[in-house]
Each structure stands twice: as C-alpha cells, then as structure tokens.
C-alpha cells in the first residue's frame, strides 16, 4: 500500500458514490438495531429494487446518528431525518425523496439536540458504513497515518499530540502526550498499544458506539501511536457484552490488512503493526490497567501496585501504552488539522470535545459530543431537553460507580475534568445519567455500592471487605433501621477506603455516598431519624445485605 | 531446551473440540490464551465443566486451578449449563432509575428463581447484566439473544409465558 494506492481507492469509492443521485442512510449501531432497524434497511432495499432505482438511489447501513431514544433513525441525501421509522414505511419514504418529507416521521434537527454539538470523534458516526474500509477512506480515512509515516519522525508526532492538550478520554485525565512520550523514551525489546474498550461503567456506551459506528477511526489512531511510541503489537481488549462491536472490529482488521495498513512494511516503510482483538469476559475492574493487562497475559484481572508504570513495565513486562477508544479516535484528525488546531477548541486545562451518553430521566437520551466547558444545564435542559412528565430536576450522575451525583446547585458549572473533580465527582467515560425526584439519592448509592461491592476483586482488604461494610450500612439505612451511629462508620469507611486502597476502584467507590452525603445529607437523616424517604423508594421489606 | 510435552486428546469425539483446539493452536499452547481458549469453549459447549476445564488446563500447560479461577472470577463464564430460553435484564443505572428492579421483581416472582438460576424443568434462566449499553432504550431486556427496549413489566410477563407455557 502506498499513498497513491490509497489515494486510488478514495477516488474509486468517491466516483461511485457520487453516481447515486438519492441517498438514503439506515441507523445500523445496536442501539437502532434493537428497535428493528435491519428489517427497514431490508425493506428500503426492496424498494429501490422494486422501483427499478438501484442505478440512483443508495440505502446504505450506517453508525450511530446519536438520538437512539427515537430509533430506528433514517436519513436521506436531501437533508431529512426521520424517527422511529418502521418497515411498511419505507414506500413513503422513497416517494419522499423527490418531494416532500414523510410528515409524521420527520425528526426536527434545528434543536439544540443536534445544533449544540461539535463532532470530531463522531464525524464520520451516521455518514459512513462502518463494515467498508473504503468508505472511511474515501472520507479522508488514514490519510493521517499516511501523512505521519511519510512526513513527520515519530518525535513530531508525539509532539503534536502533546500539543493539542489531549487528556485521556477513558476517566482519570491524564496527559496523552506524556504517556506516549514516556512510553517511546522506555527502553524495552518490544513494545506493546493497548486499547481499553472494556466499557465497564453502568450508562455509558460512547465507545461501543464508536467501535460500532467507525472502527477504522480507532485503528487508524493505535497505527499512528504505534509508530510514534515505536510499538509493532497492539491488542484491543473489548467487552465480550459487545458482540456487534466485536464483529465490526474483526472486519475492519481483516480489511486494513487485506489493503496492507496493517502488517509488514506499511506503506513501504519499516513501520510493521499487528492488531489483535482480546475479549474481556465481564469484570469491571480489568478497566483499571494494571488489571486489563493481567487479563490480556490470560490471567485473573487483578491489578498490582503502582509504579512501575505500565509506560515502563506493562505487558509481558514490556513498556506499554493503554489508551481509551475514545482518545485513540481523537487522534487522526489531530494530526490531519495539527495539534493547534484541537487546543483551540474547549477550555484552559480540557481540551477538545467529549463525547457523552445522556441517559435516565431526560426526553432525549442518546450520544452526543460537545466541547469541553459546556455546562451542564446546557446538557440538561437544551441538549438533554429537560425532565419529562413535568417532574422536577434532581441530580445529574457522572462517572458510573467512582463518579457522584451533582445537584441542582452544579447546573451553572461548567463541564471539564476539574470542575467535576472539585464537585466531589469525575469526568469518567462519559456517562451521565439525569435523575429526577421520583429517585432516591440513599437508593442509588446503595445500587452504586452493590456495584463496587460484587466488581471487587478481593486483592487488597479494604475494598473487598469495605465495600461489603459500606453496602450493609445503606441497606440499613434503606430499610429504617439504621442508627446515627451507623452514619459515622459510613463517614469513616469513606475516608478509609479512599486511602488505602490499592486501585482506582476501592480509592472511587465512596465516591458516591460521599457526593450524595454531601449534597442530599437531609435524605439520609429522614431514613434514620424519621424512618421516612422522602422519594417512596425505599420500603422496609428489602432482603438485608444479599446481591446477586 | 524445552522437553516436548505431548498435547493431550480431546475428552471424547464430539467434534466441537475441534474448534477448541484450532484455538489453543493459534495461541501457540501458551498459557497466555487462557481466557480466549474459555471463550471457545464457551461458545462451542455453552458452558464450562469440569472436564473442559481439565482439558484446557492441561492443553495450556498451566495448573488446574488457575484455569478454574480464571473461569469462576470473570462472571462471563458459567459453570452450568443455561436453560432452553435466557432472559437477561439490564440493572444498568440509567434502567435501574428507570424501572428494571420491579421488572426483575415480576420474573423472580413470576419463575419463582433468582438471578442465575435455571427453572427446574431446564426452561427459563434468569440473568442480570450490568449494563447492555442501550442506556436510551431503557430499562432494556434481553431475551434469547435479542434485545428489546423499553419494556414493562406486563411486557416481560407476557414474553415469558410463552416460552413456560410452550
């Protein structure tokens, strides 16, 4: 493969597409498909057959369109989005595409919905087939990695990258930059990228849904950290609960490798880079690294003290970079537009967008990414667009079980990795989950306790046998017979578990009893001390201490 | 130099060992491959028993007990066989807000099992996820493999008759 090949297979697939005078894109991400999706494409499919308009019209499978509460999502070349589409409605449509749009079907796109957000890891999600390599490419796919190959030195790439301020996607922020420049500065025989796609936090669904909607993306930015951190073996490890994700992946491999991105010699270079698929197998602690890279070498995924670093001493004892899926996709269009260009959008000390996956009790819940520094009344209220049913706002959860839950008094704050942190929760993945009063704050910390609870890997004694301590005391409370004396242990445990333990997992999950303490402390004084729940969740009858 | 060890037989004839072993070879017999040999062996047999385990352990060249806690700390494998149908249902926080626990409420209520278990007649097992990451078709179940939004309790009730009934 070299740069003109690559060039050829754009020009190829762009004349080919740009016969199609009518096009007619079907949501094919698992969030569409579950609401019967392919049974549409199917029927669009029959259609254009039937109508004899194969040579003109397009129906073609596509990712993610973001507003997966109104699926299945249709979109067609003239600028229509049409909601909750089913099968008979596939012959109105095709008459649509000359005249006027399917009334009842037309989803309004001039909302904050989509007018809010700013896609850089979602540009291709919806536009592209995620199952065609030439596709991606003819939408300027790997041109970045030909561009870092052919003119830039692993150095300037690195560079680059540490110029554009990006911090990693995957929770705890740290500077991608400097993670890839400590790995290419370690000395190791071979050196190892890692993928984090083991999505564990309840709520998200951002990288699925990138892996789903455009795998080469994530590809094309593990081949560029390959070549600047000097790595020849990557693995990516994806949740085994990912089956179309998995798929997807697979074929996006089998075809960079087929067109010789991946393998030997890429482009003519000395640069060589293998991609292999590893398939967690549902513990939600292998998301901390050390325990991800003890699942990768085939083993119990329990994480080990740090340092030594990953970036020093990580798979199979080799130097080793781990990323999330989500950095990995905002690196091509670093490079293709310089790092420059990344650090001007979003805040001082975040940069660039991020994607989230808004859930619970808001009317649309989907994916959607926007700049850093949004606030989250903004997420709540416009792109979110407020509580349905007229109930009342009540807390807005961020970061699954190690994040908190943010009160009304947060709304006005703006969203970027400090901010969170000082509010007593964290950026996370990317999950945010809308709560309104019908919930009760004492209830979700119990769930999110459970959690932690059943996740713990049971290494290190404070999180094995705190979190189990923490979870009795919340289900007394939930069950009224709690003491105020119980309130003080849970306070105390809080503190313990986040110093002591071992990984990222015990040291957060007080995260959040201590957030909700903090901000919903007169709920948990109406369970102790007038056995009530102001919500009317909690009753007396729940078993004591027992989870699944 | 490292002494030959022969690889063992498969346990019996069935042929789905076959696929096992096209796995153990791609992962060099290496110790390495655990997880991914299980996956196989998962996907082929269902489940895991106790002489899948023996046979991978040993084709892998690691102890026993390693292979067995490797398959009981990763809750994706089971250790036994599920019934005819599964129904999973997501405790995801955005459906846990959303309703999941009455829903998980009715089928224990309904089969009379809890999560985990299989009825007795081998019919129905009933699972819990932790999050299916269809967050915006909350609260989310699966049943047999395909995944259903937005679903009620009625809904679930109903599902689940058909399969106990027929």
């Known amino acids: 493969m070299t740069p003109e090949e690559l060039e050829q297979i754009a020009e190829t697939e762009r004349t080919a597409q740009g016969q199609f005078t009518q096009k007619v894109n079907v949501c094919v991400a698992a969030g569409c498909l579950s609401c019967q999706s392919q049974a549409v494409k199917d029927s669009l499919d029959q259609e254009v057959a039937k109508r004899g308009k194969k040579e003109h019209c397009q129906v073609k499978g596509v990712g993610c369109m973001g507003l997966c509460s109104e699926g299945p999502l249709v979109s067609t070349s003239s600028g229509v989005l049409y909601k909750k589409v089913e099968a008979g409605d596939s012959a109105a449509i095709m008459d649509s595409l000359d005249g006027k749009p399917v009334e009842k079907l037309v989803c309004r796109t001039d909302v904050p919905f989509f007018q809010r957000q700013q896609k850089i890891v979602l540009e291709n999600s919806g536009n592209i087939d995620p199952d065609r390599i030439e596709d991606y490419v003819a939408s300027n796919g790997y041109a970045a990695l030909i561009k870092a190959l052919t003119e830039m030195s692993p150095r300037e790439v690195v560079d680059e990258v540490t110029k554009s301020g990006l911090r990693g996607r995957g929770g705890a922020g740290y500077p991608t930059g400097l993670k890839w420049s400590t790995v290419a500065k370690s000395v190791g025989t071979q050196k190892y990228v890692i993928c984090n796609a083991d999505e564990g936090d309840p709520g998200a669904f951002m990288d699925r849904s990138v892996l789903e909607s455009d795998p080469h993306r994530v590809l094309e930015g593990m081949l560029i950290a390959g070549y600047a951190v000097g790595a020849s073996e990557a693995y990516i490890y994806v949740r085994a609960e990912y089956p179309l994700a998995i798929k997807r992946l697979r074929n996006a491999i089998r075809q960079a490798e087929r067109v010789g991105l991946l393998g030997a010699n890429i482009c003519g270079t000395r640069f060589s880079f293998r991609i292999d698929v590893r398939l967690g197998a549902g513990a939600f602690v292998c998301g901390e690294e050390t325990a991800l890279i003890a699942s990768v070498e085939g083993k119990r995924g329990t994480p080990r003290p740090r340092p030594p670093y990953p970036a020093m001493e990580g798979l199979f004892g080799q130097p080793t970079l781990i990323n999330n899926v989500e950095t990995f996709a905002n690196i091509a269009p670093i490079i293709r537009n310089g790092g420059a260009w990344y650090a001007a959008i979003g805040t001082e000390k975040s940069k660039g967008t991020k994607v989230f996956a808004l859930a619970g009790r808001v009317e649309n819940t989907g994916l959607v990414e926007v700049p850093m520094g949004i606030s989250l009344r903004e997420m709540v209220f416009e792109i979110g667009g407020g509580i349905p049913e007229g109930r009342k706002f009540k807390a807005v959860q961020t970061g699954g079980p190690s994040g908190g839950c943010l009160p009304t008094e947060c709304l006005d704050m703006p969203v970027d990795y400090e901010s969170l942190a000082k509010a007593g929760s964290i950026m996370g993945s990317g999950g945010m989950i809308v709560m309104d009063e019908s919930s009760c704050m004492v209830d979700v910390a119990k769930y999110f306790m459970d959690f932690c609870m059943t996740e713990s890997c049971g290494k290190c004694i404070p999180c094995r046998v705190g979190t189990y301590q923490m979870h009795r005391i919340l289900t007394a409370i939930g069950n009224m017979t709690a003491t105020p004396e119980d309130l003080k242990v849970l306070e105390q445990l809080c503190d313990l578990l986040k110093h002591t333990s071992l990984c990222g997992l015990g040291q957060s999950a007080p995260n959040p009893v201590v957030s909700t303490l903090k901000s919903f402390g007169e709920e948990y004084r109406a369970h102790i001390e007038d056995h009530k729940c102001p919500a009317g969740v909690c009753g007396v009858e729940q078993p004591v201490g027992e989870t699944v | ?166």
């Open chain 2, 1 to 166: 130099m490292a002494s030959y060890v022969a690889k063992p037989t498969p346990p019996n004839q069935d042929k789905r060992w076959k696929l096992v072993d096209a796995t153990i070879r791609r992962q060099g017999q290496q110790a390495r491959g655990l997880i991914e040999t299980l996956h196989t062996v998962q996907e082929a047999f269902g489940y895991l028993d106790e002489q899948a385990l023996r046979y991978v352990a040993m084709s892998l060249r690691v102890p026993l007990s390693r292979a067995y806690g490797v398959a009981t700390f990763y809750h994706f494998f089971t250790l036994k066989p599920a019934g005819e149908h599964t129904c999973v249902i997501c405790m995801g926080t955005a459906c846990y807000i959303k309703g999941a626990p009455q829903l998980l409420d009715a089928v224990q209520k309904d089969l009379g099992i809890r999560p985990g278990e299989t009825t007795a007649d081998k019919k129905v097992s009933l699972l819990t996820a932790r999050c299916l990451g269809s967050c915006g078709l909350a609260p989310a179940v699966v049943y047999d493999q395909e995944v259903a939004g937005k679903v009620s309790t009625l809904a679930v009730r109903e599902h689940l008759k058909k399969w106990t009934v027929a």
